[in-house]
C-alpha cells in the first residue's frame, strides 16, 4: 500500500483507492493518516455509515483529477480578469498592498492565511491582483483542497493554475519556476469562527518551511482581513466529522457550521455560499530569505515562529485599521 | 473602451514634450499609475518599451507596452505587447497664440475575448480611468507651466545680467 501511494501520489496527488488526501500542508507532515484510512476502510466493510462514507470518498476521489501543470492556460485568465476584477471591486471592494515585495522573477512560496469558508473570497482578490500586477505569462499555482478541484464546477480552477495540495504538486510547481501560493492553515483556520478573524491559526502545520527550505526558495508571507466577515461562521464542527468518520476517510477534519446566504443554517458548506460582501484587504509582506536569515542549518520551528507572529503583528494591525465588520 | 481628456498649457509643445516622453517623470504626474519603468535598451524613441501599472478598482492593470510612435513634438503613441489590450496616445498641437499648447491623452482598453462581462468591466472602469487621466493632465499643467515660469525668470534674469 506504502509504495503503491507514493506512487499514486507522484502521479496526481490522490489514492487510487478513492480516499482522499489531505486539503492543505497537513498532508506534508502526517504519515499517522495512513494508517487511520486503512483502519476505516477495513471498519467500512462492516458498518453501514462507513460504508456510505467509503462511497462517497470514492467517488470524490475519482473525480479529482489528475495533477498537470501545463492545465494552466495563460489565456483563460486574461480572459476572464474583467469577470474577477467586477466581482473583486464591486463586491468585496478589494484592497492589494505590497506585490512590488514579491521578487520579480524565479519560484517563491507564498503563505496566506485563509477565511472565509470555501468561498474564499481572499484567494480571488489575491489572484486577481497577482495575475494583473505580474501578468498572466508569470506560472502561478495555487495549492487547493482535493474536494475542492472534485467539486462540479469547479473545474474551471485549474485552468487558474490550481493543483491538489501534495508535497509533489507543491515541489513540482517550484521546480517549474513557479510562485506557489499555500494556505497551510487550510480548512483548519478558514473554517474558524468569525470572532476569530482577527486570529492567524495554522495548526502548528509547518510543511510550508520544510518545502521552502528543501527548494531554498523565499517564502513570502501574504495576510488577509475580511474574509471571516462573509458569512457567520460558528463553529468547525471538529467533533461532528469525527463522529462521522469523515476525518478519517476524507481526511476532513472539520464539518463547519454557520449561518450563511441563501441557505441560513450552513452545514459542511459543501454547496458553498452567497459571501456578504465584506471589505477584503490583502497585505503582502517583505519576502524572507531562509538562510539568509536564519542560518545555513535553519531551525524550522524558529523559521515558523517568525512567520506566524510577524502575520499576526501584520493581521493585528489590519484589524485595527477596521472600523466596522463587512464595511471595513 | 476609449477614454479621452485635453487640456490647454501655458507652455511650449518642446516643454511639454519633454513631459511626456520622459519616463521618469510619469510617476510624478500620472495620477494612479504606479509603475512605469524602461524594459527596453533604449528609453525613448519608437521602440521603446516600459512596464505600466494603473490603480483601477481592486488591481493594477497594465503590461508592457511599446512606443509606436514618435512624431516630436505632436504625437507619442504606444500599444501594449502583453497585459491587457491598450493603445494610448499624447497628441501635443500649438495653440495660434504660441504661447500655449493644446494636450490630448486617449487611452483606449479592453481585453479580447472577454465577452459581455469584459464590456461591463471596461464601463464601469471607465468613469474611474477618465479621472485618472483628468488629474494627470492637471498635474502636467502644474508641473509644465512651472518649469515654464521657472525658465521665464532665469531668462529675464540672464538678460538683465548682461
Redesign the interface.
Known amino acids: 500500500m506504502g509504495t503503491q501511494t507514493a506512487n499514486a501520489r507522484s502521479r496526481n496527488g490522490h489514492r487510487p483507492d478513492g480516499t482522499l488526501f489531505a486539503a492543505t500542508d497537513d498532508a506534508f507532515a502526517e504519515p499517522s493518516a495512513d494508517r487511520d484510512r486503512d483502519r476505516a476502510a477495513a471498519e467500512g466493510e462492516s458498518n453501514p455509515v462507513a460504508r456510505l462514507v467509503n462511497a462517497i470518498a470514492g467517488a470524490v476521489g475519482s473525480r479529482v483529477p489528475v495533477a498537470d501543470l501545463d492545465e494552466r492556460d495563460p ?1 483563460y485568465i ?6 474577477q ?2 466581482l ?3 463586491w ?5 498592498r505590497g ?1 512590488g515585495n514579491i521578487p520579480e522573477e524565479g519560484p517563491v512560496l507564498l503563505v496566506g492565511n485563509h477565511s472565509g469558508g470555501n468561498m474564499s473570497p481572499d484567494s480571488l ?1 489575491f489572484t ?2 497577482f495575475s ?2 505580474f ?1 498572466v ?1 508569470r506560472r502561478f499555482h495555487q495549492l487547493a483542497h482535493n474536494l475542492v478541484l472534485a467539486m462540479p464546477g469547479l473545474g474551471f480552477l485549474r485552468k487558474y493554475g490550481t493543483v491538489a495540495a501534495s508535497p509533489e504538486n507543491a515541489e513540482r510547481a517550484l521546480r517549474s519556476g513557479a510562485a506557489v501560493l499555500v494556505y497551510p492553515g487550510g480548512d483548519h483556520e478558514v473554517h474558524r469562527p468569525s470572532w476569530e478573524s482577527g486570529t492567524i491559526d495554522f495548526d502548528g502545520r509547518r510543511g510550508f518551511v520544510r518545502l521552502a527550505l528543501e527548494h531554498d526558495v523565499p517564502i513570502v508571507p501574504v495576510v488577509s482581513i475580511g474574509g471571516q466577515e462573509t458569512a457567520l461562521f460558528l463553529n468547525r464542527g471538529e467533533g461532528l466529522s469525527k463522529l462521522l468518520g469523515l476525518d478519517r476517510l476524507l481526511r476532513l477534519k472539520v464539518l463547519p457550521i454557520s449561518i450563511a446566504a441563501p441557505w441560513g443554517l450552513n452545514v459542511g458548506d459543501m454547496l458553498g455560499h452567497i459571501p456578504l460582501p465584506a471589505k477584503i484587504t490583502v497585505e503582502v509582506l517583505p519576502a524572507i530569505d531562509l538562510r539568509e536569515q536564519f542560518g545555513p542549518a535553519p531551525d524550522v520551528d524558529e523559521i515558523y515562529d517568525h512567520v506566524t507572529t510577524t502575520m499576526q503583528e501584520t493581521l493585528d494591525a489590519l484589524a485595527a485599521e477596521r472600523r466596522l465588520p463587512i464595511i471595513g | 473602451m476609449r477614454v479621452q481628456a485635453a487640456i490647454d498649457i501655458a507652455a511650449p509643445p518642446a516643454l511639454v514634450w519633454d513631459f511626456v516622453t520622459d519616463p521618469a517623470r510619469y510617476l510624478h504626474f500620472m495620477n494612479a499609475i504606479t509603475r512605469w519603468e524602461v524594459a527596453s535598451e533604449r528609453p525613448r524613441g519608437c521602440g521603446a518599451r516600459y512596464r505600466t ?1 494603473m490603480r ?9 507596452v511599446e512606443i509606436v510612435e514618435h512624431d516630436e513634438p505632436r504625437d507619442l503613441a504606444w500599444t501594449s505587447v ?3 489590450d491598450q493603445r494610448g496616445r499624447w497628441r501635443l498641437r500649438e495653440r495660434a497664440d504660441g504661447a500655449r499648447t493644446h494636450v490630448e491623452l486617449r487611452l483606449q482598453y479592453g ?5 459581455p ?2 464590456w ?3 464601463q ?2 471607465a468613469p474611474a480611468v477618465r479621472e485618472n487621466l483628468r488629474r494627470s493632465l492637471r498635474e502636467l499643467k502644474r508641473q509644465a507651466e512651472h518649469e515654464q515660469a521657472r525658465a521665464a525668470v532665469a531668462a529675464r534674469r540672464g538678460a538683465a545680467q548682461r
Do not use: K, N, Q
Open positions: 489565456d486574461r480572459e476572464s480578469l474583467p469577470a476584477w467586477l473583486a471591486s464591486l468585496f471592494r478589494g484592497e492589494v506585490l482578490v486577481l491582483a494583473t500586477y501578468g505569462e | 501599472l483601477v478598482g481592486s488591481a493594477e492593470v497594465g503590461g508592457l502583453t497585459g491587457v481585453v479580447a475575448g472577454a465577452g462581462l469584459g461591463v468591466a471596461e464601469v472602469a
